[in-house]
């Protein structure tokens, strides 16, 4: 025969004080992040004003990069590894900006090695240049010759074409026409033809090795031979 155990009594739940406590932890909680979304409200909002300034009264020009560093230029601590310059009025206005380093260069957004003397479009706002933002997706004319220079070189050196009165040119017609094809883009993975996947990961020896035994860039190299 089974037997019946009487069911326990459990003491009787207050939901007035759990309520309470469920309420004073979360004011505490609140408390606690309130300042963490102040400051994110503050670097936000900062961030949406100069996006505003820049779209309605942005203005133009050229910048030149004067420093690039492994470090921050003003002081060791900070992020900010390029130093440039750009005209307002009759004065130079100093920026500073951000770029991806590895063991061998600093590198921008469009994937080319960054040097001293590297000209890129830049937007100021029109009566603060303290607002600005540096365009390295749109180098000048200049930095774009310098670049396709740079790329008949290395061309050159790994012997695309066999050394001959003609290599020279070869090379500059090869870079000219990996540029019209394959942009910036183009020019960096022939830049970058033996960085190792750890040290560049968009532009590499294996990248490279894909690139160059592409069908269109055999027929481009072939185009150039004459």
């Not at 069911?7 to 309520?19: A, F, R, Y």
């Not at 090869?174 to 970058?192: E, Q």
């Not at 481009?220 to 004459?226: A, G, Q, S, Y």
Request: aromatic share 12%.
């Amino acid at each position: 025969m089974l037997s019946r155990v009487p069911p326990q009594k459990g003491k009787p739940i207050n939901l007035l004080k759990s309520k309470k406590k469920l309420q004073i932890t979360i004011w505490h909680k609140l408390l606690f992040l309130s300042p963490v979304f102040a400051i994110i409200l503050i670097i936000k909002g900062n961030e949406w004003y100069s996006e505003y300034q820049l779209l309605n009264n942005g203005i133009e020009t050229v910048a030149t990069i004067t420093i690039v560093s492994s470090i921050g230029v003003r002081d060791p601590v900070e992020i900010n590894n390029v130093e440039f310059e750009f005209s307002y009025n009759d004065s130079i206005v100093k920026g500073y900006s951000l770029a991806q380093i590895n063991n061998n260069f600093a590198f921008s957004e469009n994937g080319m090695p960054l040097f001293v003397g590297d000209e890129f479009t830049l937007k100021y706002v029109k009566d603060n240049p303290e607002i600005y933002e540096l365009n390295y997706n749109k180098p000048t004319y200049k930095t774009i010759e310098k670049y396709i220079f740079i790329t008949s070189e290395t061309l050159a050196a790994i012997g695309i074409y066999p050394k001959s009165q003609s290599q020279i040119k070869q090379c500059n017609c090869l870079s000219k026409k990996i540029y019209n094809k394959y942009n910036l883009d183009g020019l960096a993975t022939i830049i970058f033809h033996d960085e190792l996947i750890v040290e560049n990961i968009m532009h590499n020896s294996f990248a490279f090795k894909k690139f160059i035994n592409k069908k269109e860039v055999k027929e481009l190299i072939k185009m150039c031979e004459n």
